[in-house]
């Protein structure tokens, strides 16, 4: 069949003559099937027949084929190929044949649209859609696709065709909120405004009458036509109204910008109450479209709104709906629904102030309810960890807002926020424990630097504000674990069961310290507090303990250095030290702060940051010796010896320090066996960028500086006595050569 089909494609030339009889219909199906089949061979065969079908001048075949052959296949490459050509051949087609080819479709889609199989029917509908959207502000007709869809099919009797229409009336908007490949954002943006003002408003409408329908008969919430509805409905609350986020329309971009058209309808308390009930009364995944669109409604913008008390008047509509799902836990269970619903929760405080929160009649239950939802949500990690971002954004910035709080009526923010800081500290301990324990239970956040911080971004917000009872709880919570981590130390026989507990331990360390260096790295607007400055130099002291025992005792345990989890532990220690630095010793930071005083009482650290200073320096030496063949903990350490050396006033005061002078007139020395280490090639350049910084930070005579670059000039002496060819070829050259590059290039 492939050769009488290769007959008849040569005798394919111009749509003059689109005739095909049953037998030529019949080669076509089966090319169309062997092209998705499993056979190699039989697919490029097919292919190559195929192809002069796919050219514009065979649209009047692709036609006949769609319309006779019952074949899928026939009909998935069909509109497959009529969606390519529309979209990259569209200058290609003229006025008439882009009016001809939209009600061939559109006829295809009201007559064949209930027997074709779904993904069929929506690459039909696409192609419809697409064509539509380039032709917007060219073809008269194009406009008209709405209202067609209106008359034809969701007027119909035939549940199908009414189904049919929502599709198309989905696909289109989604067509119009992307910008097509052969558009420039103008176009883009005129078809958009266009579309809105034109047509986006009444489909809106519709799809509220099909879900008030819903309403009115539950039954038919697993159907289709419910599908659709909210499909529908979701996709005109989060249409780029403004015509310029065409990528980020469906996320959270903020402020949903509703037209001022669509103020009576929006501000209808009944229409916020319609997805309410319907919330209440549909199954999963139904019921998650529900909340969406709740996202969306409690987002749009302050000034659609003629006057605060109508405003209030629908935070208080918001409110209320949300209390009566946390009330009785309405589709909670659902793990989807419960991810959206924290996400509206995270959606209020941005669109609200606090002081009109607390002003509305249902704030004090609220926010009750909110602080327990968090904590239970918290506790049941296991289920939800997706999800806490949310909740902690909400919190966080209701936090923020608190001095900004006008007005006699309290937040009662205070009573709550202690019990939800020290219960998703729990939960990371928790969490710790589990990924060790049952290794499949969930992605481990400390391996994922992007989930880490994001988890550390808010609670440091949450501790500030209750640090006379966050500091001391993270402590009481630290001082077993370290005490049993230091007692494991003086294990000499090393089991599995014995590495699996120090696995455990080092997570739950490593999660504690991760949290305290946010913390301390966290300062409000304005100096801390003489109380918050010591808490500060409790929790470093803290870390600088479990520090010593780290470098002293567990590295020295076997197969330590092999271990991950004390690989994070130690990352979460320099994390600290950054954050320390970054507060109390930076450049812009006044070097009196009391927790030095701290630090002086409880290690016998001298009590000003010099003190300070040389421990880090020391730490960052006893890293470059202990740490050598671990690349990552060598470019952290690396980053904070930059990072502490880089001001001028901080540089300055490291060179007052013994260590930092030996290290200058040694720095290519065995003290320094990272440099040797072929994983460490690439942060050469940066340890070299740092000593020379602080190198040149003195006004030194030229024999100082030839002392210096004694070293290097050793190394490239040695080079030189290279002379044949084949010896740079030797691994060992081949690595002094780089290495001597990357320190000069430092």
């Not at 019952?70 to 998935?76: E, F, I, L, T």
């Not at 003086?490 to 599995?496: A, F, G, M, Y």
């Not at 300070?612 to 952290?636: H, T, Y």
């Amino acid at each position: 069949f492939f050769r009488v089909l290769w007959k008849w494609n040569k005798g394919v030339k111009t749509c003059d003559s689109p005739m095909m009889d049953e037998q030529k219909l019949v080669l076509v199906t089966q090319c169309c099937t062997a092209l998705f089949g499993a056979d190699a061979n039989a697919r490029k065969q097919a292919n190559e027949q195929l192809t002069p079908l796919c050219r514009v001048e065979s649209i009047p075949q692709l036609r006949i084929i769609l319309e006779k052959a019952n074949n899928s296949y026939a009909q998935y490459f069909v509109s497959s190929t009529l969606l390519r050509l529309v979209t990259d051949q569209w200058n290609a087609l003229n006025e008439a044949n882009k009016t001809e080819l939209r009600a061939w479709l559109l006829n295809i889609v009201a007559t064949m649209g209930p027997q074709m199989e779904r993904h069929n029917l929506m690459n039909v509908i696409q192609v419809l859609c697409r064509l539509t959207k380039l032709g917007w502000l060219e073809i008269p007709m194009c406009p008209e696709l709405p209202g067609d869809v209106h008359k034809f099919f969701l007027g119909s009797n035939n549940s199908d065709h009414i189904v049919i229409g929502l599709v198309i009336l989905n696909s289109l908007i989604g067509e119009i909120n992307q910008v097509a490949k052969n558009h420039t954002l103008t176009q883009h943006r005129k078809t958009s405004v266009s579309f809105r003002d034109a047509c986006l408003f009444d489909i809106f409408t519709t799809s509220l009458l099909t879900l008030q329908r819903i309403r009115a008969d539950p039954s038919q919430g697993a159907s289709r036509l419910c599908e659709q509805g909210l499909g529908v409905a979701l996709s005109c609350l989060t249409f780029d109204f403004v015509g310029i986020f065409p990528d980020d329309s469906t996320d959270d971009v903020g402020t949903v910008q509703i037209p001022n058209s669509w103020r009576a309808v929006i501000v209808d308390p009944a229409t916020l109450q319609l997805f309410w009930d319907l919330y209440a009364i549909l199954p999963p995944p139904r019921s998650t479209e529900c909340i969406k669109c709740i996202v969306q409604f409690v987002s749009v913008r302050r000034s659609l709104f003629v006057c605060d008390d109508e405003r209030k008047a629908w935070l208080g509509h918001v409110l209320i709906g949300m209390l009566v799902v946390l009330r009785k836990k309405i589709g909670l269970d659902n793990e989807e629904n419960y991810h959206e619903f924290c996400r509206l929760s995270s959606r209020i405080k941005p669109n609200y102030q606090l002081s009109e929160l607390v002003s509305a009649a249902a704030y004090d239950e609220w926010v009750q309810r909110t602080a327990q939802f968090t904590v239970e949500s918290f506790m049941n990690w296991q289920a939800t960890s997706s999800s806490h971002f949310f909740l902690l954004t909400l919190w966080a910035r209701l936090i923020a807002s608190q001095p900004y709080l006008k007005g006699d009526k309290p937040s009662r923010l205070e009573a709550y926020v202690p019990d939800i800081t020290q219960a998703f500290i729990r939960s990371r301990l928790e969490m710790a424990a589990a990924v060790v324990q049952t290794p499949d239970c969930i992605d481990d956040p400390l391996e994922n630097s992007d989930v880490l911080t994001t988890q550390l971004e808010h609670i440091p917000v949450l501790a500030r504000s209750c640090y006379e009872q966050a500091g001391p709880s993270l402590l009481a919570l630290m001082a077993p674990i370290m005490q049993e981590f230091q007692n494991g130390t003086s294990i000499t026989q090393v089991t599995e069961e014995v590495n699996k507990k120090f696995q455990i331990l080092e997570g739950q360390l490593a999660w504690l310290v991760y949290i305290m260096g946010s913390i301390v790295g966290q300062h409000g607007g304005g100096a801390a507090s003489a109380e918050a400055e010591r808490t500060d130099g409790d929790l470093t002291a803290s870390v600088l303990r479990l520090s010593q025992i780290v470098m002293e005792k567990r590295v020295l345990m076997p197969g330590a250095m092999a271990s991950l989890t004390l690989r994070r532990l130690e990352s979460a220690i320099l994390y600290v030290l950054q954050h320390f630095r970054r507060v109390h010793i930076g450049e812009s930071t006044v070097p009196t702060s009391r927790a030095f005083t701290r630090l002086h009482e409880l290690l016998g650290l001298g009590e000003d940051h010099m003190a300070v200073s040389n421990l880090m320096v020391n730490k960052i030496v006893s890293n470059f010796k202990v740490w050598r063949a671990c690349g990552p903990i060598i470019g952290e350490t690396l980053h904070l010896f930059s990072d502490l050396s880089c001001a001028y006033s901080s540089g300055r005061w490291l060179l007052k320090l013994p260590s930092i002078r030996y290290m200058l007139e040694n720095h290519h020395g065995p003290e320094f066996p990272f440099l040797e280490d072929q994983l460490n090639t690439k942060h050469r350049s940066e340890y070299y960028r740092t000593i020379t910084n602080l190198f040149f930070m003195e006004t030194l005579a030229e024999p100082a500086f030839d002392r210096f670059m004694l070293p290097l000039r050793n190394v490239c002496h040695s080079l030189e006595g290279i002379v044949q060819i084949e010896a740079f070829r030797q691994p060992s050259v081949k690595r002094a050569v780089i290495g001597l590059l990357r320190d000069l290039r430092g």
